[in-house]
């Protein structure tokens, strides 16, 4: 799978710089699949490397998002609020979806993805909107950013303010997000704290202060705030933990099986569905099918699989920030970690789940800090040290705010102030850990250094893996 996925990545990546008729493409597949089944020497994998390559390069011509309504017309369109709305300079920002615009001969159905910038305090996610405006190509006057939504399927943005505001519909949908933070906003004690807590369990930032923001973004910890598969990781523990007396019964272990997989897709619905959140979603449904099946499981083969299925899905995640440094941080721990947690041999459970959680944090921050460092021209040195302290802080906040969401309000506040004082505690190490000078060194890696650096880590990996450890440490 490893193989796989990287030719199929390749293939999208070839597709974002050349341009090549899909007919021929889809006669190189079958070319290539041809020649891969009647060759019988080592050449027929290189032919079927190079049809999933061009499969992957078909793939992302095929799913490429694009604007059904013209660029820079005024017209009235329908538009729909989907995000829960983000606090900027003077206005908000938010999802939305473009279904209906008006032309010249009548209203035309329309499916786009837009960024809606808000400028009227009535608007709020749910809202079916009637305005008048224009659909314009260019969403941020930061040229990384705006190829950054580009390549999550936006496909420009509209403006909404309260002169060409012509109809408001309030009968909005309530998604499992939107009552996520609804319910946790019943509760609500320190305002930076709870916005953590928020953030954590929902997926939601509105609340984070830009100082907190930029303590997290200098220390390269902004990865905690942001729902992924360590968020996952602990609510499969605390469910699978509260099920334990399920595998008492006659197959009992196939329904807590299936019982931890149906908690995993609510919180990761309930947490936004962002790209990281359905990468650790898809890996832990495979691996819970494993152990549902009682059937023998890679690790890295797990997660190569699913990064495959994703990028079939929608090839553009391969250029998806969050998803990059979530992909980045579990190949760390898997390649990494594991092997050396494994090779461990602590005195006592209290000092292995030390050891294991400094050995996690430090390989996941190790393999991330390049992306960090290129995108945000940013090196987080403190990272390394500051992330495995805070690990069991993050534990206790995403298992006692999921415990909250899932119990009835009425027994859920004790378990919010809990997450709460975590938050609070988090988020004091953070902005301590921000003010030394070389927290983080402002220094831009650029794509051919990245590059050097994981061809490294792939190095120093295969060592790992091809050396034989004579014995065991001892600590």
Not at 41 to 66: E, Q, T
Not at 249 to 272: C, K, P, T
Not at 380 to 408: D, E, K, Q, R
Not at 426 to 440: C, D, I, T, Y
């Amino acid at each position: 799978m490893l193989i796989i996925s990287l030719s199929f990545a390749l293939g999208i990546v070839v597709a974002d710089g050349y341009s090549v008729p899909l007919w021929a493409i889809f006669s190189g597949v079958i070319l290539s699949g041809v020649m891969a089944w009647v060759v019988r020497s080592a050449w027929r994998w290189a032919y079927c490397f190079l049809a999933i390559a061009l499969l992957g390069y078909a793939a992302s011509v095929v799913r490429a998002p694009y604007a059904t309504v013209p660029y820079d017309s005024e017209s009235q369109m329908v538009v729909i609020v989907r995000g829960i709305p983000s606090l900027r300079d003077g206005y908000r920002v938010a999802e939305g979806k473009l279904e209906a615009y008006r032309a010249d001969d009548g209203w035309r159905r329309a499916d786009d993805r837009v960024q809606l910038w808000l400028r009227s305090d009535s608007v709020d996610v749910g809202d079916r909107l009637l305005v008048y405006g224009k659909l314009v190509r260019r969403m941020s006057r930061y040229e990384g950013y705006d190829e950054l939504l580009c390549r999550r399927g936006y496909v420009g943005g509209v403006s909404v303010v309260e002169h060409n505001l012509l109809s408001l519909d309030k009968h909005r949908v309530t998604t499992l997000q939107q009552r996520a933070v609804s319910k946790l906003g019943r509760y609500y004690g320190d305002s930076l704290s709870h916005a953590t807590v928020e953030a954590m369990v929902t997926g939601s930032r509105i609340g984070i202060s830009a100082e907190l923001r930029e303590a997290y973004s200098r220390t390269g910890l902004s990865h905690i705030l942001a729902v992924s598969g360590l968020h996952l990781a602990v609510v499969a523990m605390a469910v699978g933990w509260l099920l334990t007396p399920l595998s008492l019964m006659h197959r009992g272990h196939r329904l807590r099986n299936l019982l931890v997989i149906i908690a995993l897709w609510l919180f990761a619905f309930a947490s936004g569905a962002s790209p990281s959140v359905l990468r650790a979603a898809t890996m832990f449904t495979v691996v819970q099918l494993a152990y549902f099946s009682s059937a023998r499981y890679a690790s890295l083969n797990a997660l190569m699989a699913t990064i495959f299925l994703m990028l079939v899905y929608r090839p553009d995640y391969l250029y998806d920030l969050s998803f990059q440094l979530s992909v980045a941080a579990v190949v760390g721990i898997v390649v990494w970690a594991v092997p050396i947690v494994r090779s461990l041999r602590c005195k006592g459970a209290v000092a292995r789940v030390v050891v294991s959680s400094y050995v996690v944090g430090v390989s996941a921050t190790l393999w991330t800090m390049p992306i960090i460092s290129h995108y945000f021209d940013n090196l987080p040195l403190i990272g390394v040290i500051v992330t495995p302290l805070l690990l069991p802080l993050s534990y206790i906040i995403i298992g006692f705010g999921v415990v909250a969401l899932a119990l009835p309000s009425v027994v859920s506040a004790p378990f919010i102030a809990v997450a709460e004082w975590a938050a609070w505690a988090q988020n004091w190490v953070v902005e301590l850990a921000s003010k030394p000078w070389w927290a983080g060194i402002e220094y831009r890696l650029d794509e051919g250094a990245v590059a050097v650096i994981y061809a490294l880590y792939t190095i120093i990996t295969l060592v790992m893996w091809s050396t034989e450890r004579k014995k065991v440490i001892t600590l």
